[in-house]
């Protein structure tokens, strides 16, 4: 081929490669009118870092060891890597491919035979080096380029969204089980408490001067304050090993830190950041708008295969009947060819794919759209549930302060006469169970703050 032919060749093929077909991926920009309760909409980089919520020591620790040693993130890494790898070969396809082939043997065969192609007469000498390259026409070869680097970055922000919610499983659960210890210490608390009310009742019983309904009454009560710890116990060894499980260990002990009681909170007001911070901050909704980039690509990708493709191909080497003919000008082989195939009648098939490829684009959509909303009714519910159990704890505590005065005023009128022990076994158990919402309630608070951290994306 002379030369001045190959210069508008080329040109002809560039042109034809920017033919791009399918639909093209735009980000839509948000605005979303949204206005959190309670909340100061600040900028919120310092306050996403999981160590500015969490200042214990042994809960740091906690973390830090399941974000190292989690089999859940090891997995989701794992898929991160398939991804990366798997967006480079599909790159790999967009340039011409290099290979060679080397032959040699020999047999004989009749003329009949030779004139059809049936077998070698003499022997076979062959090296070639092989280029095929598909001409991205329509651009399908770049869809899925980008398909794949998009399906990389999903599975990296799918990472980032496992840790913000291992992150956030190990607080709760260790809030939770400085919950269960403190409740431990009341039960066995009011269990010391009871069992002194029953020695000295039944002294009392044994003098005559109080009756033994009295006296089966303070052992009912303090059998229900002992069987009270073997069931916390059992809480507390769940929770243990639960956390164990996370930090991808058998079963154990867990260190302990401060008491919820002791727990730094979040300042006031929060600093939330602005609505729209969000979207580009939470995790879950960068892979979901990701995931609507990769079906895009992929619905251009079915688009483009519903048209011709274009190859060249070319070999360079040498090929004879003799080794020592076999580097020589008479040996040379040097062809290019073109090809060009592509679907003619397949009874709708590739069409239909391709509708179906658009259909997808609508889906991850929707569930972008779902991920956008749930996040920011996420922020909101965090921080009404932090105001509501701040509130509610602060009356707890009120509400035990009353019950541990009005058990002693109980306790005061029975010795003197005034009152049956039926009136101190009330007060004894408002007094048990307002211990254990006022426990509760403080422990509510500090996960609100965890949900607080896992709705707002931070950890990663």
């Not at 600040?42 to 974000?67: N, R």
């Not at 035979?113 to 090296?127: L, M, N, S, T, W």
């Not at 979901?288 to 360079?316: I, M, W």
């Not at 169970?433 to 607080?452: H, I, P």
Request: proline share 4%; charged share 20%.
């Amino acid at each position: 081929m002379r030369t001045k032919h190959i210069l508008p060749i080329a040109v002809a093929l560039v042109a034809l490669s920017g033919c791009m077909v399918g639909p093209k991926y735009q980000q839509e920009q948000h605005d979303p009118k949204v206005v959190y309760s309670g909340a100061l909409n600040a900028d919120t980089t310092d306050l996403l870092k999981w160590t500015a919520f969490y200042d214990d020591p042994a809960l740091v620790k906690l973390i830090q060891t399941t974000l190292d040693s989690n089999r859940t993130l090891w997995l989701t890494a794992a898929r991160v890597e398939e991804a990366r790898l798997l967006a480079g070969a599909v790159k790999a396809d967009l340039y011409p491919q290099l290979g060679f082939s080397a032959k040699a043997g020999g047999g004989s065969a009749g003329s009949e035979a030779r004139r059809i192609g049936g077998g070698v007469d003499g022997g076979y000498f062959e090296v070639m080096g092989r280029l095929n390259w598909e001409i991205d026409i329509w651009g399908r070869l770049r869809h899925s380029n980008r398909a794949a680097k998009a399906f990389y970055f999903e599975q990296q922000y799918t990472r980032h969204a496992v840790q913000v919610s291992l992150v956030a499983e190990v607080a709760g659960n260790y809030f939770l089980l400085r919950d269960l210890d403190n409740r431990l210490l009341i039960a066995q608390r009011t269990m010391a408490s009871r069992q002194k009310n029953t020695g000295f009742i039944s002294a009392r019983f044994d003098k005559g001067w109080t009756s033994e309904v009295d006296k089966l009454q303070a052992i009912q009560q303090e059998q229900v304050a002992a069987a009270a710890i073997p069931n916390i116990e059992r809480q507390i060894r769940q929770v243990e090993n639960a956390l164990r499980v996370l930090q991808g260990l058998g079963p154990g002990p867990i260190e302990r830190g401060r008491t919820n009681a002791a727990q730094p909170l979040v300042p006031e007001p929060i600093p939330m950041g602005l609505p729209s911070q969000l979207l580009k901050r939470r995790p879950d909704i960068i892979a979901a708008e990701f995931n609507l980039q990769r079906q895009t690509e992929r619905a251009g990708v079915a688009v483009a295969e519903r048209f011709p493709t274009l190859s060249l191909t070319g070999l360079l080497g040498f090929a004879s009947p003799e080794l020592g003919t076999l580097l020589t000008g008479d040996g040379a082989v040097a062809n290019g060819f073109g090809g060009l195939a592509g679907p003619l009648f397949q009874w709708n098939q590739r069409r239909n794919i391709a509708d179906a490829a658009k259909q997808r684009i609508v889906i991850a959509a929707a569930e972008r759209d779902q991920t956008v909303l749930t996040a920011f009714a996420d922020v909101d519910n965090a921080l009404e549930f932090y105001r509501s159990y701040t509130v509610e704890n602060q009356a707890r505590q009120i509400q035990v302060d009353a019950a541990r005065k009005q058990l002693e005023l109980t306790m005061a009128r029975y010795d003197f006469g005034y009152t049956s022990y039926l009136e101190v076994i009330i007060a004894e158990n408002n007094l048990l169970s307002a211990e254990f919402e006022e426990s509760a309630t403080r422990r509510q608070r500090l996960t609100s703050v965890v949900s607080l951290f896992r709705a707002l994306g931070g950890g990663w």
